[in-house]
């Protein structure tokens, strides 16, 4: 099972695929994969915020 902590660092390193091919790309290509590959990612990483800062609040009362 994975921690909170391996699963930010997951979609941290899918983020900067994304967005590496999404910068690199040449003008001519009109592939938008990259940009859905950043929305998702960003949206995963808030999650995890969201969902981490829960944990913590629960683990100290």
């Known amino acids: 099972m994975l921690t909170a902590l391996d699963r930010l660092t997951i979609y941290?390193?899918?983020c900067?695929?994304?967005?590496c091919a999404l910068v690199m790309r040449s003008p001519?290509?009109?592939s938008?994969?990259?940009l859905f590959g950043v929305s998702a990612s960003l949206f995963g990483i808030w999650l995890e915020m969201?969902?981490?800062q829960g944990t913590s609040e629960e683990q100290e009362n």
């Open 28 to 30: 001519v290509e009109t």
């Open 12 to 14: 941290s390193v899918l």
């Open 16 to 19: 900067f695929i994304s967005f």
């Open 50 to 52: 969201r969902r981490w």
């Open 32 to 34: 938008l994969m990259p």
